[in-house]
Nanobody, 121 residues
C-alpha cells in the first residue's frame, strides 16, 4: 500500500500564492508519475499538472504560466507552486501517483485525501 499525504492548502486573496506538497510513502517500487488534480463544487475532477519520472510536465491551459509542478524523487514528493491565484482556482486539490509494483505489469494509481484551496476576490 502507498499513502499520499498532502499539505499546504488554505485561504488566500486573489493574486496571492500557495505551495502544495504531497509525500508518498509505503511499498513503493517505482513512481512513474506524480501530479495534481482539482475538483470545484459541482464540477468534475480535472487535471492541473502532471510530472512523469524523466518525462515532460503537463499543465492544463488555465494554469500555464502561473503554476509550477516539481518533484523531489529521492523523497517521493511532489510540489505545486501556485502564483497569481484567481477565485476560479478555488477547489479541493488532490495529489495523484502512478506506481509500478515489483512484478512486471503491476501498476497502481493512488490518490491523496485532498486539500482545500480557497481564493477570495
Amino acid at each position: 500500500q502507498v499513502q499520499l499525504v498532502e499539505s499546504g492548502g488554505g485561504l488566500v486573496q486573489a493574486g496571492g500564492s500557495l505551495r502544495l506538497s504531497c509525500a508518498a510513502s509505503g511499498s513503493i517500487f517505482r513512481v512513474n508519475v506524480m501530479g495534481w488534480y482539482r475538483q470545484a463544487p459541482g464540477k468534475q475532477r480535472e487535471l492541473v499538472a502532471t510530472m512523469p519520472t524523466g518525462g515532460i510536465t503537463n499543465y492544463t491551459d488555465s494554469v500555464k504560466g502561473r503554476f509550477t509542478i516539481s518533484r523531489d524523487n529521492a523523497k517521493n514528493t511532489v510540489y505545486l507552486q501556485m502564483n497569481s491565484l484567481k477565485p476560479e482556482d478555488t477547489a479541493v486539490y488532490y495529489c495523484n501517483a502512478g506506481v509500478s509494483g515489483s512484478r512486471p505489469g503491476q501498476y497502481y494509481n493512488y490518490w491523496g485525501q485532498g486539500t482545500q484551496v480557497t481564493v477570495s476576490s
